[in-house]
């Protein structure tokens, strides 16, 4: 008699990894959080009288091909991270407080022990972000993927009240632009870095590199910076006119994204340090500069913009959050409607 598990599926298997990452899971539950893990669909009590005129932002994403280095490293435990941070900070741009995420794991075949680590992960990003992780989604499908690897989504649901919602429309000529520091490559340009550091340099990911201050797997495995909470009490402190999550694109992609008609801005290159990970690509590449900033967060990982006057209040507030803060640069006027970032220096 012909089994599913003869066909490269096992059942029993999938049931073991939901009694696994239970106690991961439950660990992210808020108050709000209504069903347990294996229902088909997560409740969650969406309290709207709490808010004026509650506006629900949502996101999805994944983590690309940085993937490929955690298999190359066999380390799974900080691409669930990624994965929250990837979609919770899309949300939070809109001053959005992250509610609950779902996540999506496909495999060839299920390991228990990887599985288990992303989850972890994510639960470790959702805590991060204070969200519930109130569901997901475990495929094994033979023979789709590699042996030993799999794919990630994520999917997270926020909310803001309206009249507090971050939509860059009040943007004018002369406001600051302050840039929170990234952890590093984040998850976005892993194609030219692998392209650069493992074809052409003929690196590794054990490849112990001094600049780097230690293995290169280990850099360009380091996790996302989760930047949801810190959104919602810089927003507190004083008025955020935009926000943008400088992810694939760069700053000369991204920052744009939030510009009203006929503005722009002039980033002054040396007002933060640009981390070591992106001189060695650039190095080792001949990558030229404007293609860096158009790929890579570049040690930038979200931007905001602010009345000059609120300046100060913002990077120290972002100080206590335990971010680095740094004035970039200014808005300024142009005669066209298409945003463009300048940079002098």
Known sequence: MTTYRDAGVDIDAGDEFVERIKPHVRATFRPEVMTDLGG??????FQANRYQDPVLVSGTDGVGTKLKIAFLMDKHDTVGIDLVAMCVNDIAVSGAEPLFFLDYFATGKLSLKTAEA???GISDGCR????ALIGGETAEMPS?????EYDLAGFAVGVVDRPKMIDGRQIVPGDAVIGL???GVHS????LVRKVLFEKSRLSVESVMPELGGALGETLLTPTRIYAKQVLSLAEACPIKGIAHITGGGITENLPRVFPARCGARIRRGSWPVLPIFQTIQERGGVELSEMYRVFNMGIGLILVVAPEHVDRVMAKAGEAGDRAYH??????????????????
């Open 188 to 191: 976005n340009g892993f194609s």
């Open 40 to 45: 088909f669909g997560g409740l969650f009590r």
């Open 181 to 183: 520091a990234s952890t």
């Open 118 to 120: 992303v989850v972890r």
């Open 144 to 148: 789709f993927y590699a042996e030993g």
């Open 328 to 345: 970039l640069g200014e808005m300024v006027t142009q005669t066209t409607d298409e945003g463009v970032v300048e940079y002098v220096g």
């Open 128 to 131: 991060q972000a204070g969200c």
